[in-house]
């Protein structure tokens, strides 16, 4: 495994059992104002080897996200978090730059994210797409989202679109849904 990244006094590394409090706590800070999706303890217990946590000076976690893999065509960087206190000092960029580190080392193709912020995923890299183009982000996550009709997250990618879909490839059909973006 590649060592993880260190920004200042800031440290990034792979989230472990034990930060899965931590984590929920940090995704609770945005969940209550549905900019996060919330995540349960369990899922994040199911998932915590897909996240990265940030350490300030004192070892304390301040930020968190993760990976989640669709295959080599595609990944993406969720639940991106870091305390309000700890804002400003890095953290995010830190957590992306090393969740991107972690996509190339496992040679995928694109990485996708749904935001609030592009302005902030830009500077890193990102660039606006349609959230037509990223149909497994859709039905893993959106399908279920309250707001799937009336979503104001921008979807962005880096690297090369998707021509495929695991769930294509696996041959499941998904009824279309209809996703249009409100003014």
Do not use: W
């Not at 209550?32 to 946590?53: A, G, H, M, Q, W």
């Not at 301040?62 to 295959?71: D, Q």
């Not at 995928?108 to 500077?123: E, Y």
């Amino acid at each position: 495994m590649s060592q993880m990244g260190h920004s200042g006094t800031l440290r990034a590394r792979k989230a472990i059992l034990p930060d899965v409090g931590a984590i929920h706590a940090l995704i609770e800070e945005y969940a209550k104002d549905n900019v996060l999706l919330p995540r349960t303890l369990l899922e994040l217990s199911e998932n915590v080897r897909d996240f990265i946590v940030v350490e300030d000076e004192n070892g304390a976690i301040i930020g968190c996200g993760a990976l989640h893999i669709y295959g080599l065509h595609l990944t993406e960087v969720r639940s991106i978090a870091v305390h309000p206190s700890a804002k400003g000092r890095g953290a995010g960029r830190l957590l992306v730059e090393t969740l991107l580190e972690e996509a190339r080392l496992h040679q995928i193709s694109c990485v996708c994210l749904f935001t609030r912020t592009p302005g902030f995923f830009g500077h890193l890299g990102f660039k606006v797409a349609q959230r037509e183009q990223l149909p497994d982000k859709i039905y893993k996550d959106c399908v279920t989202c309250p707001n799937l009709n009336n979503c104001d997250e921008v979807a962005m990618v880096i690297g090369e679109i998707p021509q495929t879909s695991v769930y294509k490839d696996a041959g499941i059909r998904i009824p279309l849904i209809q996703i249009e973006k409100t003014a």
